[in-house]
């Protein structure tokens, strides 16, 4: 049977939409982003624990006392956990992708319970939506969003539109038709029908698909993460990058107490609103407990907090660019770095923002996975990146991009690419050594994402290479996978071979060796690139110069990331500034100031 090209029309399709829609696309995005921006600076305008008793005080009026302390000890664990603005961040984004697809589920809801052709219609489409995996969402939201919040909120909302409808649909269908021909009896119209009966009694099935969407939505923000949403879900994907358990439980700690606390509010806010609700409410005796104020009482509790707020001035204020210690050569224009989350990455990306910030720059810093990030340079909405392995590891996107992106030359390297088993593992030095062993290994290669560059190379020449092409099996998974199989096998002491690089921070936490490459099969190894956007050096030609320039030893490198490693989450910069003070005269060559201005503060 002929292969149904079905992956060329859809191909075919968003192209011509991103061709020709383009202009409604980047309003949509305005509209989106605009929300997003509003309700996230109300979130993070008042200081975290002032913050956390406002919503407190919403938990106590829609559920209690109780619910309202524990509401508020959750957020202070947030807080406790430096968590806060990520959180604050993420509940933004789930508000405004419920808001619009609630805007677009409800209508579509009551228009398929009184129409049974549009209930026909609509079924097959929720279904898609709700059997799609969600990470395919994230492509076309990228291509006619770009990256960044109007990505991840589109994606979100997608996800999450099926059940508002099919429940609104549900709730209206399940209200009791002799009620509704008693009203159209009296002469009541089919709007008031709706508006007086249906809804009414709907609602509290309704409420349901509400809490639904938020839940649905929480649940894609780790996925949108990765399009450089931030937020929490921006978190757990940096600790899954890094093999951070520690950090992404954290970050799941954080998406948990907003879950529980958006799954209560939202089913009591549904009791509230509906008639039968809140006589099934008032039947039930009032404890100290489950004490609830009149709204009247919940507002002025709110507004107390706020006056008290502001007279005691512990409203959160604004991040404060750095002060430039050189000459002010960037005049506060915004420079965007992306950064895979491998450790040089990590490492270099931080090392640029504190010197580009020292010389006046303003520099946002996003995490992404490659493909987003390769698809964020070539449309201009990263400026650079400095962590491109060439020619062979990221050959693929290279491939795709190059034409779109501008080359500022290989700063570290060469690095190299191997197989690597763990040093307790006896007579197993070469890959020549591999075959007879294979046993050992059940005949597994513990694999990366298989579309790295240097898996189709040891597919396709390294097994062959050493005739392991039929012994042994090349498991694809993704890095954290690779990494977490090493650390779980030789926490048992267990054999394993894995797909590894060098520089890589495994080789300095475990005992591992590089299985020699006699016959010259993986080649020359990669250098680390600087890629920038199309223009970027004609735009920025000093800062191109800086990073046309720029070379590290491995000495420098590996000190540097040592330093970040021990410095720990969230204080990458606070390690790069330690680094730098330590390794005075490294700034004013990387980025010289002319004049010979004062280089840094950090090695003031």
Known sequence: ?????????????????????????????????????????????????????????????????????????GFALVDSLDLWDRAMSTLALVLVATVIALLISVPLGIWAARSRAVSAAVRPVLD?????????????????????????????????????????????RQVDAELVEAAEAFGTSPRDVLWRV??????????????????????????????????????????????????????????????????????ALGTRLSPLGRRAAAKVPTRAWSYRPRPAVAVAGVAALALVAGGLGVLGSSSGTSEASGSDIGKGKEIRIGYIPWDEGIASTYLWKELLEERGFKVTTTQYAAGPLYTGLATGQVDFQTDSWLP??????????????????????????????PSYVKDVNSLADLEEHASEFDGKIVGIEPSAGMMGLLKS???????????????????????AELKRAYARKQPV??????????????????????????????????????????????????????????????????????????????????????????????APVAGGATESRAAG
């Open 1 to 73: 049977m002929p292969r149904l090209p079905l992956g060329d029309w859809v191909d075919s399709g968003v192209n011509w939409l991103v061709g020709h829609f383009s202009w409604l696309f980047d309003a949509v995005k305005a509209v989106m982003e605009g929300m997003y921006d509003g309700i996230d600076a109300v979130l993070a305008a008042p200081a975290p624990l002032l913050m956390a008793g406002i919503l407190a005080v919403v938990a106590w009026w829609l559920r209690g006392l109780l619910a309202g302390l524990l509401a508020f000890a």
């Open 128 to 172: 898609l939506l709700q059997t799609m995996p969600s990470m395919v969402l994230l492509i076309p939201a990228m291509l006619f969003f770009g990256l960044g919040t109007a990505a991840g909120v589109v994606a979100t909302l997608i996800f999450a539109l099926a059940p508002g409808v099919r429940m609104t649909e549900l709730g209206i």
């Open 198 to 267: 249906q809804l009414p009694l709907a609602l509290p099935t309704i409420m349901a698909g509400v809490n639904q969407v938020i839940m649905l939505g929480l649940s894609m923000v780790v996925i949108a993460g990765m399009v450089g949403t931030g937020g929490l879900g921006g978190a757990v994907n940096e600790a899954i990058g890094q093999l951070d358990i520690g950090y992404g439980f954290e970050a799941g700690v954080g998406i948990v107490v907003l879950a529980i606390y958006l799954d209560r509010v939202t089913g």
């Open 392 to 421: 062979t590891t990221h050959a693929e996107y290279w491939a795709k991009y190059g034409e779109r992106l501008e080359d500022l030359g290989k700063w570290y390297g060469p690095t190299s690419l191997e197989l690597t088993v």
């Open 461 to 483: 020449k390294v097994l062959k290479e050493y005739g392991l092409d039929g012994t042994y099996e090349v498991v694809d998974g993704s890095t954290p996978a690779m990494l």
């Open 497 to 590: 071979v894995v797909t590894l690089w060098s520089p890589h921070w495994a080789y300095s936490d475990y005992g591992l060796k590089k299985l020699e490459d006699p016959k010259g099969a993986w080649g020359k190894g990669d250098g680390v690139h600087t890629l920038a956007r199309k223009g970027f050096a004609a735009d920025n030609p000093v800062v191109g110069r800086w990073l046309k320039d720029f070379s590290m030893t491995e000495e420098q490198l590996t000190g540097l990331e040592a330093q970040i490693q021990k410095a720990g989450k969230g204080r990458e910069q606070d390690a790069v500034r330690t680094w730098l003070r330590r390794h005075p005269g490294l700034a004013g060559k990387w």
